[in-house]
């Protein structure tokens, strides 16, 4: 299938690893130029460097902290015209109310929360000016299915769920389409190190993390990769009417518990 995405510009912010890396591979595959946002430029080379071995394709990569006033018009002055931007950047740490300080708490929301929000800011006006364009916000299942021992991270992303419905019903009147997918613990480093902690914690044994993950839907935890096609064709003229939903990539566990 063509998804119709040949020369797209696309700007991925935490573009170095993980979900970021993986959308950007995917986005390479069919034919867009994609562009590489991270805080640390060695990281991002290693990306540039494996995206142009997996496609062919050699992505621009940018180094700005988003979490910052001047990280984000750095990326504003460099980034250039932008047919979708993928918001990805940010991990917010785990514990409960009385885990994680206001100093911690700000932090995080800086660069998760007001990093998108502020993004789309100086995007969504350019992309409206011309008539088109896709963003895609990559936000988290515990927006929808909150815990109390992940408030920092449930609150942000609760928020973002909103932010996110309420932009993408207004935007197509200007062309423009903005949605949501929110993923389950998807497999990467930092899921790796949240699970052995909780391995320590309750099994008495970091290294037995793998038997978290094999509770989950389907016996593991999703892929990066599943994630990334998922946004890849969202973001496609194929998708062309999708705006203002959120997307749950859940495997079922939230209609389970319900149940």
């Known amino acids: 299938m063509d998804l119709q995405l040949k020369a797209r510009r696309v700007l991925i912010t935490g573009g170095s690893k993980g979900i970021g ?5 995917s986005f390479a595959r069919e034919g867009a130029q994609p562009v590489l946002v991270s805080r640390t430029a060695a990281t991002l080379q290693k990306a540039c460097d494996t995206v142009a071995a997996e496609t062919g394709v050699t992505p ?12 984000l018009a750095a990326l504003v002055a460099q980034m250039g015209e932008v047919d979708i931007l993928v918001n990805n950047a940010g991990a917010i740490p785990g514990g409960g109310l009385a885990d994680v300080d206001d100093a911690r708490w700000r932090q995080a929301w800086e660069l998760k929360l007001f990093g998108y929000i502020n993004l789309i800011r100086a995007v969504l006006p350019l992309m409206q000016a011309r008539g ?7 936000i988290g299942m515990a927006g929808v299915a909150p815990r109390a021992e992940y408030i920092c991270g449930s ?4 928020a973002l769920i909103a932010f996110t419905q309420a932009i993408g019903a207004a935007s197509p009147q200007h062309g423009v389409r903005v949605f949501g997918i929110n993923p389950s613990p998807t497999r990467s480093d930092r899921i790796e190190a949240v699970l052995r902690a909780q391995a320590a ?12 993950a094999k509770k989950l839907p389907f016996g593991r935890m999703t892929e990066p990769q599943e994630i990334a096609d998922l946004a890849v064709f969202g973001c496609s003229p194929r998708c062309g009417y999708l705006s203002g939903s959120v997307l749950n990539i859940d495997g079922g566990q939230m209609f389970a518990s319900a149940a």
């Open 21 to 25: 890396l993986a959308t950007a591979i």
């Open 60 to 71: 621009t990569t940018l180094a700005c902290d988003l979490s910052t006033a001047d990280g």
């Open 132 to 138: 088109s364009g896709v963003i895609a916000n990559i």
């Open 155 to 158: 609150t942000a992303n609760a």
């Open 201 to 212: 914690s309750r099994l008495g044994d970091a290294d037995r993390w793998l038997e978290l």
